[in-house]
């Protein structure tokens, strides 16, 4: 007897292979590593945005407005139990809903809120992320009208590019439509971090590649999974086959998927995502096949995107022979300058930068040489954001009009100028009234400079990278070493809100200087690869043509 599965949004997001190993019987005794800290933070800090937002929605909606809320620690069937309920009094807006399980559809799910129209039900997330930037054209009400009547083009905002969240909006309007209380319009709306407006998105617009609409990829993805889900529940032939993607980084299978990748030396081990897909396509299933490939000749005919056919070539060649960098360049070269600024930004999610931390080097220019570091350890978002912002800001500047004085060339380096040039701008467009905020025409003459170096890139422009091109993979290349043993991205979070006490307890003076020292030593190790890479590199980095 066949055995029928049920799928929730989220699987039309995930990797094909991680739907397969979630339905698999045989998978069901296997180990999965604990929850990461920071993702379950992540959980928890969202949940605390909902339940703001709900409180928020209910004040303003006023006492005539009726509401359902379902707690989600509810036991399912009686959440279930509650929202069907509601739907069938036509109560105005449910919040937290769980949806009866579909099996003939294949659908499970529940939702933030739900909104009647008069014509029906409508879905709304509440969701931890920023749904627009600057811009025109997003559809939009103010937060505290749920009606998709009234919504317009906004003038101010354009919509984020966030798949998921029409995906999943797409999904929800389907459950309704089985139970019989969709809006026949097919719109959805998403609360964002901000928290300012709702987008609502028509989910019968051609808006997706290819002129499709949001229903329309939905129901191409997800008759996918179900197949992919089916066929792993009932042990048939595996309709997903593992593949190294972006996903992987964060994947509780991923231990599982590696494992079989490298026994066979998969050729994702080196090639991601579609590229990929098309050298398997092509017979050339593994990074043995890709190394032997000569990188002089036509690659075969395919759809290829990862840039130049023969870098991947030798970036085979470089994993066969365990090296984490190989030269492509014959001579390599980094931009210098008489006075040399290193910059890193921390920021906290998409809240704001709470710290730009430097080390200048080079000539005197009467300026203490060294770690500088300008914070804000008011939890964010705050207004102080702005005050140290403005100081660095005036910092940096005083270096530069020193080093203009006496004749010096002056260049500021940091490594994946996207993140800082984010917070350059960003700090600019949410603080422009505050004392010392630089214009954003300042901004972008700076960054638009020769004096604004992207290591990254350079890394990137003379370097092929066998396994990855983040500072904490190359750093130790040239030979440096962080103090914290956890130094990273994720662990900084966690710190981060110890340090300002973000979850009421009190700030904690150690947590700080941790940040402080994590931040410096960032700082330190793109001085320290730059140093290499004008220095050492070329002798001690092995030409890639030469493997």
Not at 22 to 31: I, K, L, Q
Not at 115 to 121: A, D, K, N, S
Not at 402 to 407: D, E, P, V
Not at 517 to 535: C, I, K
Request: net charge negative; proline share 6%; hydrophobic share 40%.
């Amino acid at each position: 007897m066949e055995r029928e599965v049920v799928l929730d949004a989220g699987a039309v997001s995930r990797c094909r292979r991680r739907v397969h190993l979630e339905h698999d019987p045989a998978m069901r005794g296997v180990p999965l590593p604990p929850p990461d800290p920071t993702a379950q933070q992540r959980i928890a800090d969202a949940t605390a945005h909902r339940e703001e937002i709900l409180r928020r929605l209910m004040a303003a909606t006023g006492p005539d407005a009726t509401w359902a809320t379902i707690p989600r620690d509810l036991p399912a069937a009686e959440r279930v139990q509650r929202t069907e309920a509601a739907l069938a009094e036509g109560v105005g807006h449910i919040w937290g809903a769980l949806f009866p399980v579909d099996p003939a559809a294949h659908r499970r799910g529940g939702v933030d809120l739900l909104v009647h129209t008069g014509q029906g039900y409508v879905p709304v997330l509440v969701v931890r992320h920023r749904i627009t930037d600057r811009g025109t054209g997003a559809q939009t009400t103010p937060v505290t009208d749920l009606d998709p009547a009234h919504r317009a083009a906004d003038e101010q905002r354009k919509v984020r590019s966030q798949p998921r969240d029409q995906l999943k909006l797409a999904h929800l309007h389907r459950m309704l439509q089985s139970l019989g209380h969709a809006d026949s319009r097919a719109v959805g709306g998403v609360i964002g971090l901000d928290a300012d407006v709702v987008v609502w998105h028509d989910l019968t617009a051609g808006t997706w590649p290819g002129g499709r609409s949001a229903l329309a990829e939905y129901q191409s993805r997800f008759a996918d999974r179900v197949a992919v889900a089916t066929a792993a529940a009932n042990g048939d032939e595996p309709l997903a086959s593992p593949s190294r993607i972006l996903e992987c980084r964060r994947c509780p299978w991923w231990s599982t998927c590696e494992v079989v990748l490298t026994e066979t030396r998969d050729v994702s081990l080196v090639v991601r995502g579609e590229d990929a897909m098309e050298l398997r396509r092509s017979g050339v299933s593994t990074v043995d096949k890709l190394a032997a490939l000569d990188p002089a000749d036509e690659p075969p005919p395919m759809n290829w995107t990862g840039g130049s056919f023969a870098d991947a070539i030798m970036l085979a060649r470089a994993w066969l022979a365990d090296l984490t960098m190989v030269r492509r360049v014959d001579v390599v070269e980094v931009p210098r300058a008489d006075v040399e600024v290193d910059v890193d930004m921390e920021s906290f999610g998409d809240s704001g930068a709470y710290l730009w931390g430097s080390l200048l080097t080079g000539a005197d220019i009467g300026l203490p040489r060294g770690y500088q570091a300008f914070a804000t350890w008011d939890p964010l978002p705050t207004h102080d954001e702005a005050r140290s912002f403005a100081e660095f800001w005036a910092w940096l500047s005083d270096v530069r009009e020193r080093t203009a004085a006496a004749g010096l060339t002056f260049r500021a380096y940091c490594y994946n100028a996207l993140a800082e040039n984010r917070w350059l701008f960003g700090s600019v467009e949410r603080f422009g009234d505050h004392p010392g905020i630089p214009s954003r025409k300042e901004i972008e003459s700076f960054v638009d400079s020769e004096e604004w170096v992207d290591l990254f890139r350079s890394v990137t422009d003379q370097f092929l990278c066998s396994h990855g091109k983040g500072l904490k993979v190359i750093a130790p290349v040239a030979g440096f070493a962080w103090r914290d043993p956890e130094a990273g991205g994720e662990a900084s979070m966690r710190w981060y809100r110890d340090a300002v006490g973000m979850d009421g307890g009190v700030p904690d003076d150690v947590q700080r200087e941790r940040l402080l020292q994590y931040n410096e030593d960032d700082v330190r190790a793109t001085y320290a690869l730059r140093e290499w890479m004008s220095t050492r590199a070329q002798t001690e980095v092995p030409f890639a043509l030469d493997l």
